[in-house]
């Protein structure tokens, strides 16, 4: 049913560049900015991006995760891209995509961005970006999904305003995890 497939060569460490933003693969020297965002939204992150927010609770931890990201863009394994407002030089957030190397290609992208850079388009912009690389040439996806939390309408707004379309899911009996009833899944077709 599903050929497997191997991921192609990793696409080049170079910035995704919109009208207002620079999306780019991390550096070491992002360190502190990468912390910084993750510290000062901890509260507000901590019920979408669990993982994310448990593994960056020092700098260091944020060098190592920085590190895992290199690797993992290496690898194929996810493409994660920090936000930069190219003007100011300011770092907003970041994008990711994990590709699912099965044919047919999918990747799921997830974002977020400081509480500062909500509500000023950013994350449409850089959605905007994630999908035209998952559909590009690299990735080459045949469909991209993202998940937002249902108590989240400015998230599920970008998403159907990149195009995505939510989901129909049958409820489950027994959440898998628990607060999968929270969250609205979304699709975009090639």
Known sequence: MYASFLPPAAPPVSPLLTERLTLRPYQATDEAAFFALLDQNRRRLQQAFPSRVAAVQTPPDAGRVLAQFAQDWRTGRL???????????????????????????????????????????????????????GFGQHVQAAS???????????????????????LTTRRRLWALRTGDHDIVQFRLER
């Open 79 to 133: 493409y994660v891209f920090g936000i930069w407002h190219t003007a100011t030089g300011s770092y907003l957030g970041d994008i990711s995509l994990r590709p699912s190397w099965q044919k047919p290609i999918s990747a799921e992208i997830g974002y977020y961005l400081g509480a500062e850079a909500e509500g000023r388009g950013y994350a449409r912009e850089a959605l905007a970006a994630a999908v035209q690389f």
């Open 144 to 166: 991209l999904t993202l998940r937002c939390r249902r108590d989240n309408p400015r998230s599920m707004a970008v998403a159907e305003h990149a195009g995505f379309q939510p």
